[in-house]
């Protein structure tokens, strides 16, 4: 046992990290029956918990957490200990009780006690049409007087730096990980940065924070809800001058609507569970027009009514048609790599390659060199042995989903049509 230094309380220790509990069964009970303390809309059907910080980069943390407990070293072992000290005290009284009665022998298993943490969770809508999977899905804000700019909470920014944080150290000692007293001994100072900034937020005796109605968008016409994140959301007024500006003396691209040709391609190969799969992504022009038509304020098609998303983001400096391929050129590296890694985390244990033939991967604020991208990835071939298949891509769409371009709802966008 060792003392919290928040709480001044016994912690008991946690056990082996070796059973990941079910990730759909995840939640204790002070956080389901939490969902019940506030007043939600009805187009979120009850609610739900949407974490920060991935379940999925959590369990990494915690398949470190125990044997740095446990180490024989006693500057890592006391670092870990501090760390998880500040984690139980974090949880709060109920839900750190929960998550040891649901361990083995009351041992409170470090995965379910990081999924808990009531910082670590936004209560917000079922099933948002952007999940970004495992990237950070961080509360924002509007920035006062910014035009529309967001920003991520205090909380939010203290959690993505912990994330960092972790995700350079799996990544050093050429990939092994380096999971030292340093490390646990950052990961204790941002969890405090984050736990210091969530005191600051009135919750009463509540066990979840209150849901920041404003960062979600929801549309009627296609029911769908969206977390606004990191997207700026200028004013229709400003808007029309935006889309007044990009659209003088705009160049006709109909000639590449239907065209197959390639505009963009790039190639990754990775380990994908047992396999070594090498992949190639390709852009045809089509796509890329596209891209154009949904997701530029120069070739925006204000026509289209059937659009699939309550809100479309734009890339405010492409103002032709090379300009859309250069940037496919310079997005599809980074963009299939991150299909490799999507396809380890979703498709990884599916027992043939040739099954993910067919296969859509759609992931939202992905990192893409420092852009945060949402993209739409189709596999039309897979090929070779099975142990080593080849598997051919193309990308369907792309859009920044962060601060690299606006973003206008469906009404913002009808709007401005009437307008222009």
Partial sequence: MTTSPVAGRRVP??????????????????LNDGKHDYALPAEWKGGALHHKISKEHLSWIAEQLTPAWNSENPQLQSAARTFWSLCWAVAGDSVGQAVAMAGHGGSPNPHRLLWNLPLMVSLGPHSPAND???NFDPDTEPVPDGAGVRRMDDVSLALKDLENTWLKAARAGGGQGVYDAALWTTLHRHLQSAHTAAQRVEREERVLYPPLREQWVYDATTRQNLRKGLTPFPEPGEGLRLFVEARRNAPSIAA???SDADAATAAADAAVGERRVSLTLTAAERNVHHVC??????????TETSRPRP????????????????????LLPGIARSCLRELKRTLGTVAEATDWLGEVLEISS????????FYNVQITEVDGEDSAPVVQAVIESFAPDGADGPGFTRGDLDLIAGKL
């Fill in 13 to 30: 220790p946690p056990s082996s990290a070796r059973e990941v509990p079910d990730k759909v069964k995840w939640a204790v009970r002070p």
């Fill in 256 to 258: 590449y609507a239907d």
């Fill in 366 to 373: 992905e990192d893409i060199d420092g852009r945060l991208v």
């Fill in 293 to 302: 038509v949904r997701h530029t304020l120069t070739f925006f098609d204000f």
């Fill in 132 to 134: 970004p999977g495992m």
């Fill in 311 to 330: 809100v479309n983001t734009f890339w405010p400096d492409v103002r032709t048609f090379a300009d859309a391929t250069d940037l496919a050129e310079a």
